[in-house]
């Protein structure tokens, strides 16, 4: 069964931390793509960072000085660390994993709330 689950959300204060975790099974975590995306309250979800099967990084622009993307795949686990979050991050975060490069990929996770107040 293909699970992939998100932890690590919740709610920061403008300029903080969060580190989102994206634990996977049931696939072959070294040969997956990978992404995460985020949702706006009544919006639509759309792609923050991704990371291949040989660990190239890309970001969507607004993000990409303050988010970083890795994965370990000793631990099939997929990471994005937030740094001097804004209340524009705000949303829930989706992990995204599939074998092939077509974003969005063919697996998603149940989403994770992460609130930055101000």
């Known amino acids: 069964q293909v699970q992939l689950v998100e932890s690590g959300g919740g709610l920061a204060q403008v300029g903080g931390s969060l580190t989102l975790s994206c634990a996977t099974s049931?696939?072959?975590?070294?040969?997956?793509?990978l992404g995460w995306y985020r949702q706006a309250p009544q919006g639509q979800r759309w792609i923050v960072a991704a990371?291949?099967?040989?660990?190239?990084?890309t970001y969507v622009e607004s993000k990409k000085d303050r988010f970083v993307i890795s994965r370990d795949n000793a631990k099939s686990t997929m990471y994005l660390q937030m740094n001097n979050l804004k209340p524009e991050d705000t949303g829930v975060y989706f992990c995204?994993?599939?074998?092939?490069?077509?974003?969005?990929?063919?697996?998603w996770g149940q989403g994770i709330q992460v609130t930055v107040s101000s």
């Open positions: 990371i291949t099967v040989g660990g190239r990084t």
């Open positions: 049931g696939l072959s975590f070294g040969d997956l793509h």
């Open positions: 995204n994993a599939g074998y092939t490069a077509e974003y969005p990929l063919t697996h």
